[in-house]
């Protein structure tokens, strides 16, 4: 995996704007990804950040960089907890909640609604996306369906985040000079 490759997917976590990314990443054998999965983990572990290989298919990996105290605070929210219980998680440790999501996005080839709660998406959001209450109001990095002026100003941050250090990755700065401590 490039240096390039992740900053372009995961700047704004990796700068604590966000709580998660997830990316399809090509790997030569799971070897190979479980090697560069490690070797990220001891690096960015340091910084508050940790990476998983959610499945598996055909030499990509699903891989996911999050913030595990955010992730931890994000599904303390009660709407989050609330989704989560209606989408069959034992709520309380967000370890097992990410064991419960590696469970589902491996026996099933759909993504689950509930995903944008380990994203740090807005509960009231993936909730809106989830039952279809009404027509989203805004598309970015997430479907809006409650705050706009608020997901709009959040999506120029990351998009901001991410022009600004894919401009460093390329001038030689490393990733864990990148990675804001969290």
């Not at 598996?56 to 699903?62: T, V």
């Not at 609604?113 to 997430?142: N, T």
């Not at 120029?156 to 001038?171: G, Q």
Request: proline share 5%.
């Amino acid at each position: 995996m490039s240096n390039e490759m992740l900053i372009r997917c995961c700047a704004p976590t990796m700068a604590s704007l966000k709580t998660g990314n997830m990316f399809n990443c090509p790997f030569g054998s799971r070897e190979e990804m479980t090697a560069e999965l490690r070797r990220l983990n001891q690096m960015l572990g340091r910084k508050g950040l940790r990476i998983l290989p959610l499945r598996w298919d055909n030499g990509h990996a699903l891989v996911y960089l999050y913030r595990p105290k955010m992730l931890e605070r994000d599904l303390q929210n009660d709407l989050a907890a609330q989704l989560l219980a209606e989408c069959g998680y034992t709520c309380g440790n967000p370890n097992n909640c990410i064991a419960q999501l590696i469970s589902k996005l491996r026996s099933n080839p759909d993504f689950p609604h509930e995903v944008g709660l380990f994203l740090g998406y807005p509960p009231a959001d993936v909730e809106g996306f989830m039952h279809r209450k009404q027509a989203c109001k805004l598309s970015g990095i997430w479907k809006v369906y409650d705050d706009v002026d608020d997901a709009a100003r959040q999506f120029a941050k990351c998009r901001h985040c991410t022009e600004v250090y894919l401009r460093c990755v390329s001038k030689g700065f490393s990733l864990e000079k990148l990675a804001v401590a969290g």
